[in-house]
């Protein structure tokens, strides 16, 4: 299969890898210098170097930590437990259920996942208001109330991105629990191991390289969210969901330091680049 | 598929139909404000069913420019992504060369950074270079971030075009262009619907993207304007923002059905991300 000299066999490459450099490489390239400057968007003509001066005034921010934790508590509560467990579960149930119910809940879980972020956002804001339909619910069953999204609001958007983001696990659990051998269930069974030991013993490390790819995959995702947290809270009340995109959006545009938002937004590059490296050798063998 | 007894069967079915009323609770709102003229913020049989959102929404201003734009600027990537990847992951699939690994690698390793992050550099960077609420500065920015994962789609989705097929045009004198033209591509006809498609979506749904590259109001694309429903217009109109965001919704649900029929209900994307 050799056809024409290397160079021109790598031709078809150059477009995307064009796009690539100038447009993804470039920009993380920047982000890495301007981070180390003093870049502002108003009254000043030039910036200078300032070394680690964003990084440093970032761990004494108390603003930044908020943000930080905020991000982890976010994370953690809906990639991490909601999104993965529920999806799962969804997996797991879909193969004892019955035929409609399997496909009506498929795809009402998927529609969520379908949406455009934004209008996902507007309908979690509708559900949490205090005139809302979670509400209108708790009311029905004599629950107590809640303005969830001034008194809770990171909870709000938590669950927000798990009605968001479940349908992404459920189809990589489906296609997991699809794989494994009928026979070594049905094994386990004979010899008596419960519904419990079996998804333990069994069904689990069966599927770990699945479970580890699909938290990695969650929890990059969750780490970039913008658009649904602004949509419902905007950040806040106050900054109380305030999570680290947020932060960056406004350390860099509504008080005009693109120097220290691009230092926020290095250390999220950092973060998911690790993130993104676990995942590699996750997946190292299908390469 | 192991056989079920009835009572698990009846378990499962309940613990998923409860699931699927939680899920469909906060959908049920803007299928039913949508056509409900008294809409509010909660989830209530209509008062009586009318049009009336769907036609105070029905403008240039609030809805036709707004999705002509986005239909611009996501025909726009999609198109550009979809030509870029396909020639990309052409000598990627068809030639062994040592720095192909390398290379799929680093592109495996860019879809899964966070895109969010490098939104503020790339403002910075548009303004210096003039492609500040630009079209086509968005266009190239959209192509450039999807394409990581559409070469890897397309690269997997190439590689199960047998090649002798092509060996034997090749050997009937057609150059390497024409083969991938007249006979890779239209045999991964679904691959690359996949990758058309799932590209198409992600621009649709993307929010921060235009929010941050685009400044006039008369570029942006539904993903954006929808925020002006809030605040900017004073009292919000549930109603109409509930039959805006259906009218806006619809194409990439219908897409998306599209796109699972075609692949007998299967998940393909679940190929790319399986472990």
């Known amino acids: ?287 | 598929m192991p056989r079920t007894r009835p009572s698990r069967r009846l378990a499962a079915d309940l613990a998923l139909l409860a699931v699927a009323a939680a899920f469909a609770l906060p959908l049920a709102w803007v299928v039913l404000s949508a056509v409900d003229p008294g809409a509010g913020l909660r989830v209530k049989i209509p008062d009586g069913i009318g049009l009336d959102n769907f036609r105070a929404v029905l403008t240039p201003d609030i809805t036709y420019t707004p999705l002509l734009n986005s239909l611009l600027l996501c025909g726009g990537g999609t198109a550009l992504t979809v030509g870029c990847a396909a020639l990309a992951a052409y000598p990627l699939s068809r030639y062994p060369s040592r720095l192909n690994r390398p290379f799929l690698l680093t592109v495996l390793f860019a879809t899964s950074l966070p895109v969010t992050a490098v939104m503020v550099p790339v403002y910075a960077l548009f303004v210096r270079v003039n492609l500040i609420d630009t079209l086509q500065g968005t266009v190239f920015f959209f192509a450039a971030s999807q394409l990581p994962f559409a070469i890897w789609l397309m690269k997997n989705f190439m590689d199960g075009v047998p090649k002798e097929l092509e060996e034997a045009a090749w050997t009937d004198g057609a150059s390497a262009a024409q083969s991938l033209v007249r006979i890779v591509l239209p045999l991964m006809g679904p691959g690359l619907g996949v990758v058309t498609v799932f590209s198409f979506v992600m621009m649709w749904g993307n929010f921060f993207v235009p929010f941050m590259l685009l400044l006039s109001p008369d570029r942006m694309p539904a993903s954006v304007s929808v925020n002006d429903f809030f605040g900017n217009r004073g009292m919000v109109a549930y109603g109409q923002l509930a039959a805006f965001s259906v009218l806006y919704s619809t194409p990439v649900i219908l897409l998306y059905v599209l796109v699972a029929r075609r692949l007998g209900g299967g998940f393909a994307l679940g190929g790319a991300v399986k472990g």
């Open chain 1, 1 to 287: 299969m050799r056809r024409g000299h290397p160079a021109v066999r790598a031709l078809p490459l150059a477009p995307a890898l064009v796009l690539l450099l100038l447009f993804l490489a470039g920009p993380i390239a920047y982000c890495v210098w301007i981070a180390f400057t003093d870049l502002q968007l108003t009254g000043q003509a030039h910036s200078s170097f300032t070394g680690l001066a964003n990084f440093r005034r970032a761990l004494r921010d108390d603003a930044f930590l908020n943000a930080v934790r905020l991000t982890l508590v976010f994370t953690v509560l809906s990639a991490l437990v909601g999104q993965n467990t529920l999806g799962l579960a969804l997996a797991a149930l879909m193969r004892r259920a019955s035929k409609p119910v399997r496909t009506l809940t498929g795809g009402v879980v998927i529609t969520a996942w379908v949406l455009p972020e934004v209008v996902a956002g507007f309908l979690l804001y509708a559900f949490f208001r205090r005139e809302g339909t979670l509400n209108a619910v708790l009311d029905w069953l004599h629950l107590p109330r809640q303005n969830w999204l001034f008194t809770l609001p990171v909870l709000a958007v938590s669950f927000a991105n798990v009605w968001r983001g479940t349908a992404f696990s459920m189809l990589v659990y489906s296609a997991a629990l699809d794989e494994i051998p009928a026979e070594i269930t049905e094994a386990a069974e004979v010899d008596g191991a419960g519904g419990w030991r079996r998804l333990w013993h069994i069904t689990l490390p069966m599927i770990r390289r699945s479970i580890g790819t699909n938290l990695m995959l969650n929890t990059l995702q969750t780490l970039s969210v913008f658009g649904l947290i602004w949509v419902m809270t905007r950040g806040g009340p106050g900054s109380r969901s305030q999570t680290l995109p947020l932060f960056m959006y406004e350390q860099a545009f509504q008080n005009s330091m693109i120097g220290y938002g691009t230092a926020v937004a290095l250390l999220l590059l950092l973060v998911g680049s690790l993130f993104s490296v676990v995942y590699l050798r996750l997946l190292r063998t299908e390469v």
